[in-house]
Nanobody, 124 residues
Framework: QVQLVDAGGGLVQAGGSLRLSCAASGRTFSSYGMGWFRQAPGKEREFVAV????????VYADSVKGRFTISRDNAKNMVYLQMNSLKPEDTAVYYC?????????????????WGQGTQVTVSS
């Protein structure tokens, strides 16, 4: 069992930055690939980024590539999403998630545990 707590969202102007964090409970954190997803009002939850269990490999959605960076600290059971050059279309609730699939999963059914979400609002 893994419990995830998302934090770090807020209101920011376009072009600004935010750093999201996700704290995980349990001693098996390094056994999970960790992803970030987001969901805007009236839209489906979409993939943002994923990082491998070791932290060596990452995959990003095209819409955030070059602006967002996912990282993890297995010693602290933490995963982060650094978001730079934010745009109004980045506005959404952001969720971290843990996957035991062993691959860099980009689809929601591949994830076993989810955080509660943190709101990010980017004003124009």
């Amino acid at each position: 069992q893994v419990q995830l707590v998302d934090a770090g969202g807020g209101l920011v102007q376009a072009g600004g930055s935010l750093r999201l964090s996700c704290a995980a409970s349990g001693r098996t954190f390094s056994s999970y690939g960790m992803g970030w997803f987001r969901q805007a009002p009236g839209k489906e939850r979409e993939f943002v980024a994923v990082i491998s269990r070791s932290g060596i490999s990452t995959v990003y959605a095209d819409s955030v590539k070059g602006r967002f960076t996912i990282s993890r600290d297995n010693a602290k059971n933490m995963v982060y999403l650094q978001m730079n050059s934010l745009k109004p279309e980045d506005t959404a609730v952001y969720y971290c998630a843990a996957s035991s699939s062993g691959v860099l999963a980009t689809r929601t059914p591949s994830y076993d545990y989810w955080g509660q979400g943190t709101q990010v609002t980017v004003s124009s």
